[in-house]
């Protein structure tokens, strides 16, 4: 089956997720705390219960929306004429700084913030660049997009959408010895590229917090020495990937995203998992 994909978002698990999905365990309960785009949740078999989580009020509007407001979404999305013009307006309207959310309405809102993430460059609210590709027509593979909603929205009737920080959400869900909770935070030291402020001491405050979780959780990041330092007693697995959100032009030098490695960590046997998988 071909993954669903709702929008693309800067460090989006789209190459590793499917590797995520088998190293999931058992659970009853399944936790995103940093729920950007959803690629682990919207591609794994549904839970009992699914909680969608994102601190960006815009995501997690979206999500609200296209789970329980589509009917409007669809029909005033697929009147919009794709342009550069429409596309700066948005991304002006949707700016953490000039938001207001109680002017825009939820449906309008969630236009805008579709809008602005599908064409933007870099996948995120912080640049002018339209992403404009040489290898496909962006105005035809957005409405070609928009005739796959609909599977999106049949994914998100059932899972529960908040908007809160990421600590609220971890200490809901950690105390849960049936729950499973995936961690995909700001990438260490490159957390300007993403709107909601996330610090070193945010770092290290979920470190802390996952260290006594009776909940089993997976987090998954690129190498760095505070994470390994802090988790040294946990479970670690290296996997080959690419750099996601490379910018590649008509004049770049570069054909293909640079390799990367991605890391998980975890407080339950991966290598035992994996066996099986691979079994």
Known sequence: MKKLVFFPYIGGKSLIANTIIKLIPEHTVYVEPFGGSAKVLLNKPPSKIEIYNDADLRLANLFYVVAFKFKEFEEKVSRLV????????????????????????????????????????????????????????????????????????????????????????????????????????????????????????????????????????????YDNELYNTELKDFYRLEIPTFKPSYGITKNSKLDKRPQAIEILWANYDLYNLLNKVIK
């Open 82 to 221: 794709y342009s550069r013009a429409l596309y700066k307006k948005f991304l002006k309207d949707v700016r953490l700084k000039e938001l207001k959310i109680e002017k825009l309405g939820d449906v309008d809102l969630a236009i805008k913030t579709y809008v602005v993430l599908y064409y933007s460059f870099n996948s995120n609210f912080k640049t002018q660049a339209l992403n404009v590709s040489y290898k496909q027509n962006k105005a035809v593979s957005f409405f070609n997009n928009l005739q796959r909603l609909e599977l999106i929205h049949n994914r998100l009737k059932n899972v529960v959408i908040e908007y809160l920080s990421y600590d609220k959400i971890l200490e809901k869900y950690l105390g849960r010895d049936d729950a499973f909770i995936y961690l995909d935070p700001p990438y260490f030291r490159l957390e300007h590229y993403y709107d909601v402020k996330f610090t070193i001491e945010d770092h290290k405050k979920m470190l802390d917090m996952l260290k006594s979780a009776k909940a089993k959780w997976l987090l998954s990041g």
